[in-house]
Each structure stands twice: as C-alpha cells, then as structure tokens.
C-alpha cells in the first residue's frame, strides 16, 4: 500500500511542501478550507493566496532572500515557479500579479496526478500519520488551541498589518514620478509621491490622530518589526516615518531636480499596471480615516481604493522548545509544522520551508547545508540557545561567518555577502544531488505510482 501524506492548508507552504513529496513518488492529500470558510485577510478561492503584499522582496543575490529564491529555483520550487510566471516589474524586487500567481499554482497542483485536494475545516490535528500542519498565520482559533494543548502552552500571537492598494486610474500622473531608487533596477518600477515638508508633517499628524482598530481585550499585541503598521512608526516620532518607509534617498523629483523632503512609493499590484500598492504602508486605521488620510498623498486626492488595509493575527510555536530535530511535534510523533506557524516569517520563507520539510520527508535527507539560505533559515527554527523565540525573515545573521582570507584583516560587506553567496550555492549542489537523484528517479517513472524504497516515510 502506497504512503501518503496529509497536509492541512493549501497557503505556500503547503503546496510546496506537497510538490516536493508529489514530485518524489509520495501520494498527496492537501486539505483546504476554502471555499468553506475564510480567513479576514483572504478573498479569494485559490491556493497559495498572497494577502498582504505582493512582492517576495529583493531579487539581488546580495540579499538574503535573493540567495534564499535562487536557491529555491535550483532545487525545483513550485513557487518560483509560478512567481515567474506571474511576475510583473518592480525595480530591485521580485514582485507579482497576486491573482495569476494563485491561479498557477492551483492549476499546476490540480493537474498532479499525486495530489489530491479535498476542501473542509479542520478544528483538530488530523489522526493521519505523517500530517503536515501548513495553516499560515492565520491558524482557526479550533485549531490553534488543538496545537497549543499539543504543545504543552498557550500559542503565541502577534498581528501583520495589511497595505492598501489603489485603482492606477484614480492616481493624479501629473503630481508623482516614476522612478526606482538610485535607478536601480533601471525599469522606473515605482510611482513616487512627492512631500514638501509642509504636507509630510500634516499627513503624519493625521495618521497620529486617525481612529485605529483595537485588539480585543484578551489579545496580546506583538508587532513583526518588519511588517509594522504605519501609525506605529508615526507614533513613535514626527521623523520616524521619512527614516522608514518615506525617505526619498535616491529619488530624484524631475519637476525640480531635488530630492522631496519625503515620498510614498505606489508599486505595480499586477501585470496590466491597473493597481498599485503602498509600499510600507500597512496599517490599522479604520476604514473611513484610511480613505482620509491616504488621499493626503499627492497625486492620490481622488484615489479609488480596492482593498484598504487590515489586521490580521499571526500563531505560531515556540519552534526551539516545541519542535523535534526534524520539525515534528516532541508531543506528537508524526505530526510536522511547516511556514509561518512554524516561525519563520515572510512568503518566500514559508514556501522554503515547506520545500525542505517535503525533501526531507520523502527522502531521510537532513537539513541543506548550514552554509545555505535554505539550512540556515530551517536551523532558525532549532535555535534552543535563544531564551525566548521570534520569527524572522531570513537574514545574513543566521548564516556561520565566512573566513576573512589570508593576508586580509577584514572584508568589507558586499566582499563578504558576494563570498557567502558563492560558498552557499556550492554547499547546496551536494545536497540537490543527493534529493534530486530520487526526483530524476520519480520524472523518469513518468509520475509512477511507486512511493519511495526510502526516507522517513519508508
């Protein structure tokens, strides 16, 4: 009799997760509950929904996550995949049309023939062995509590805020300018709303004074630092906000050959260029000051909005102490956490995540080398010297140092991400070659039904 895994939840870490079992020999079950029930932040029916931004972040090499996508595409992501075919321009950033990027992924996991979809809640941890649990951040309370008990302690939460996107057709073209910071990326891949000093003390006065959305009395507040409301950062000083998200370094306005004194950057939402979102603009304002006050921003006086911003909780475990060696429960042999509900943080880190729990499962390899993006991001989650836990996107810190060479005293940080980058794609070869040996076995069998002869699944 074949194995098979469940997984529950069809977000980015589960039909990664699903694809590298799929294309590995292993029977799929993925378990969605949409269309029967939703999320706040998600309106759509598709799988691997994208509900806040649209943009998976740097595409450079130099960044962490540019090294963490290529290194995803090397070893045959289904999200990178799908993000290719669905992207749409974004200067230094690897951005995408939200909706062909769902529709491609659903169509490419219903078109597997080891994959199977059945759409229904789940309220309690499947009894099935091997279980995958992939819910996101925005675990059903049921669930949640199912997983806390599971865990030994309540569940932690914290709350990502949402970025408003606006009708491309509603924007005042003759009071913004395109143009991508310091030209990178040479394709002028944002909208810039100019500030004069003047205007960006008014707006931030007026986000300080807008009517926010309060958490429920039992909720614990915890903000990602990366993903902070807007009205946080204005709260926490008038030049907050030109030091964050509106700084105009890099942006020259051509009406005066001047940087503004601050600006909001619109970025492409899909790939007719009909909308924009704000970057770095998530928020909690309600609904009526957040049509108020964003169309303070030049250029956005008549702005037609379709979608306004909104507050979403994020659960996730105390992975260190939770979390056995190969992210399964220590209290439930069998049953394994992969994304955001594990503790990592961010689109491209979830489907990470989900790729090597896939590999992994369906193959007894362990961890991509600690040299790599994939390994270091995994490792994260088994950090047992850190007292307390916090997800995080990946980061060149949790990557082991790279030797200063002989006759040098010290690198200098390009220098040294540029030799990072080039040890972490060797040390990734190996381990593609031991993982794909089984993949070039299962193509070969032309999608056979014979699950693996090995592997922590055998």
Same mark, same amino acid.
């Given at each position: 009799?074949?194995?098979?895994?469940?997984?529950?939840?069809?977000?980015?870490?589960?039909?990664?997760?699903?694809?590298?079992?799929?294309?590995?020999?292993?029977?799929?079950?993925?378990?969605?509950?949409?269309?029967?029930?939703?999320?706040?932040?998600?309106?759509?029916?598709?799988?691997?929904?994208?509900?806040?931004?649209?943009?998976?972040?740097?595409?450079?090499?130099?960044?962490?996550?540019?090294?963490?996508?290529?290194?995803?595409?090397?070893?045959?992501?289904?999200?990178?995949?799908?993000?290719?075919?669905?992207?749409?321009?974004?200067?230094?950033?690897?951005?995408?049309?939200?909706?062909?990027?769902?529709?491609?992924?659903?169509?490419?996991?219903?078109?597997?023939?080891?994959?199977?979809?059945?759409?229904?809640?789940?309220?309690?941890?499947?009894?099935?062995?091997?279980?995958?649990?992939?819910?996101?951040?925005?675990?059903?309370?049921?669930?949640?509590?199912?997983?806390?008990?599971?865990?030994?302690?309540?569940?932690?939460?914290?709350?990502?805020?949402?970025?408003?996107?606006?009708?491309?057709?509603?924007?005042?073209?003759?009071?913004?300018?395109?143009?991508?910071?310091?030209?990178?990326?040479?394709?002028?891949?944002?909208?810039?709303?100019?500030?004069?000093?003047?205007?960006?003390?008014?707006?931030?006065?007026?986000?300080?004074?807008?009517?926010?959305?309060?958490?429920?009395?039992?909720?614990?507040?915890?903000?990602?630092?990366?993903?902070?409301?807007?009205?946080?950062?204005?709260?926490?000083?008038?030049?907050?906000?030109?030091?964050?998200?509106?700084?105009?370094?890099?942006?020259?306005? &051509?009406?005066?050959?001047?940087?503004?004194?601050? /600006?909001?950057? !619109? %970025?492409? #939402?899909? @790939?007719?260029?009909? =909308?924009?979102?704000?970057?770095?603009?998530?928020?909690?304002?309600?609904?009526?000051?957040?049509?108020?006050?964003?169309?303070?921003?030049?250029?956005?006086?008549?702005?037609?909005?379709?979608?306004?911003?909104?507050?979403?909780?994020?659960?996730?475990?105390?992975?260190?102490?939770?979390?056995?060696?190969?992210?399964?429960?220590?209290?439930?042999?069998?049953?394994?956490?992969?994304?955001?509900?594990?503790?990592?943080?961010?689109?491209?880190?979830?489907?990470?995540?989900?790729?090597?729990?896939?590999?992994?499962?369906?193959?007894?390899?362990?961890?991509? &080398?600690?040299?790599?993006?994939?390994?270091?991001? /995994?490792?994260? !989650? %088994?950090? #047992?010297? @850190?007292?307390?836990? =916090?997800?995080?996107?990946?980061?060149?810190?949790?990557?082991?140092?790279?030797?200063?060479?002989?006759?040098?005293?010290?690198?200098?940080?390009?220098?040294?991400?540029?030799?990072?980058?080039?040890?972490?794609?060797?040390?990734?070869?190996?381990?593609?070659?031991?993982?794909?040996?089984?993949?070039?076995?299962?193509?070969?069998?032309?999608?056979?039904?014979?699950?693996?002869?090995?592997?922590?699944?055998?």
């Amino acid at each position: 009799m074949k194995e098979r895994v469940t997984i529950v939840g069809g977000g980015l870490a589960g039909t990664e997760c699903a694809w590298q079992l799929a294309e590995r020999g292993v029977e799929v079950t993925i378990v969605e509950q949409k269309p029967h029930q939703r999320t706040a932040a998600q309106s759509g029916d598709g799988l691997a929904e994208l509900v806040c931004s649209n943009s998976f972040r740097g595409a450079a090499l130099h960044n962490a996550v540019g090294l963490l996508k290529e290194e995803m595409r090397r070893a045959g992501s289904l999200v990178m995949a799908a993000g290719e075919v669905a992207r749409v321009p974004a200067g230094g950033a690897f951005a995408v049309d939200r909706d062909v990027f769902s529709a491609e992924v659903t169509r490419r996991i219903h078109a597997h023939p080891r994959i199977t979809v059945e759409h229904r809640v789940v309220e309690r941890i499947p009894d099935a062995r091997p279980v995958v649990i992939a819910t996101g951040p925005l675990t059903g309370d049921a669930l949640a509590k199912d997983i806390a008990d599971a865990v030994g302690a309540d569940h932690l939460a914290y709350y990502d805020a949402i970025a408003p996107v606006v009708a491309a057709d509603s924007i005042d073209w003759d009071k913004v300018f395109k143009a991508s910071r310091w030209d990178k990326g040479g394709d002028d891949a944002y909208v810039n709303c100019p500030f004069t000093q003047e205007q960006y003390e008014a707006f931030v006065q007026a986000i300080v004074d807008a009517e926010k959305v309060e958490a429920h009395g039992f909720e614990e507040v915890r903000y990602f630092e990366g993903c902070l409301p807007v009205e946080v950062m204005a709260e926490r000083g008038p030049r907050t906000l030109a030091f964050g998200p509106m700084k105009p370094v890099g942006l020259t306005d &051509p009406k005066t050959g001047r940087w503004p004194h601050a /600006v909001v950057q !619109l %970025r492409q #939402e899909n @790939k007719h260029a009909t =909308a924009y979102n704000l970057v770095g603009f998530q928020t909690r304002m309600k609904w009526p000051d957040q049509k108020r006050v964003f169309r303070m921003i030049p250029g956005l006086e008549e702005a037609e909005f379709e979608r306004l911003g909104t507050v979403h909780r994020n659960t996730y475990v105390d992975s260190p102490r939770a979390l056995a060696e190969d992210l399964s429960l220590k209290a439930r042999p069998g049953v394994y956490l992969a994304g955001q509900v594990s503790g990592v943080e961010g689109y491209v880190e979830s489907a990470a995540c989900g790729l090597v729990l896939g590999v992994m499962l369906a193959t007894g390899e362990g961890y991509p &080398p600690e040299e790599t993006a994939l390994g270091a991001l /995994v490792r994260h !989650l %088994r950090d #047992e010297e @850190k007292p307390s836990f =916090a997800p995080s996107n990946v980061i060149w810190g949790m990557f082991p140092p790279v030797p200063t060479p002989e006759g040098r005293k010290k690198l200098g940080k390009r220098e040294r991400r540029d030799l990072m980058v080039e040890r972490s794609l060797a040390a990734l070869e190996g381990w593609i070659d031991r993982v794909g040996a089984r993949l070039v076995r299962a193509q070969a069998e032309g999608h056979a039904a014979a699950a693996p002869s090995s592997g922590l699944l055998a």
